[in-house]
């Protein structure tokens, strides 16, 4: 991509975490500045691919889940990002046809890629909402969610790889509170969260060093050890195998693991709400 005719709100003189994630995938919707972060990230942990890889591959076995397994019909998914196939509503929709689903996110390159998102089965809905995740009311007040989703039934709340751009001084635990209070009972959190927790001293400082590259580029990154991230997840029922590594959530028979031994990716739990 280049700089010439960027829609308003679009900065290309300093990477963007969402435009890196998309890097990481392969994917094509960046520019030379998100480039230059992602690879520096990667020159400090060279897998940090495959663990985003692992992560979109967690989204996608936990979606699975949550419409076969638990019988979810409707899905919020916040922090979307730039669409990337299979997207969530792909999933949950080749599993249930009727399957309806909300896409947020504050990011307005996200907007301009947002009608890969609404490409719905018939049988179902997918809709798409520009607002901020630190402020939950904004999107749990809009008449959008509540023209496709009946917040009366349950509904599985989507916010993988988000909260590790939130840093402490925003709250992101009342945030998420904020959005959970609002989802009835039989409803379900699914979230990944990149972490430094690890054995090896060597990868925690790795982990501290890629803080302070995303940093410089004007973006907060606060990694989380397995106990804050656990912290998410008070009060509600952690569905097997518990908070693990994305790669270890249920993985599938005969999936690849790209991630080596030691190697993390993030810290990832689906949980009911009682």
Known sequence: MTAEGNPPGIDTTKPHSARMYDYYLGGKTHYEVDVQAAEAV?????FAGAMARANRDFMIRATRWLATEAGVRQFLDIGSGIPTEPNLHQVAQSAAPDARVVYTDSDPIVLQYAQALLHSTPEGRTAYLQ???????SIADSGELHATLDLN??????????????????????????????????????????????????????GRAVEEIYAKGGTALRLRDRSEVGRFFE??????????????????????????????????????KP
């Open 42 to 46: 990667i020159a400090t942990v060279p």
């Open 131 to 137: 607002a901020d995740a630190a402020k939950p009311e």
């Open 153 to 206: 039934r349950p509904v599985a709340l989507s916010v993988n790889a988000l909260f590790h751009f939130v840093p402490d001084e925003w709250g992101p635990y009342k945030i998420l509170t904020g959005l959970l209070e609002r989802l009835p009972s039989g409803s379900y959190l699914c979230l990944s969260h990149a972490t430094a927790d690890v054995d090896d001293p060597a990868l925690a400082a790795r």
């Open 235 to 272: 009060g509600l029922e952690l569905v097997e195998p518990g908070i693990v590594m994305a790669h270890d959530w249920r993985p599938e028979p005969g999936q690849a693991d790209e991630l080596e031994e030691g190697q993390p990716s993030m810290l990832a739990g689906l949980a009911r």
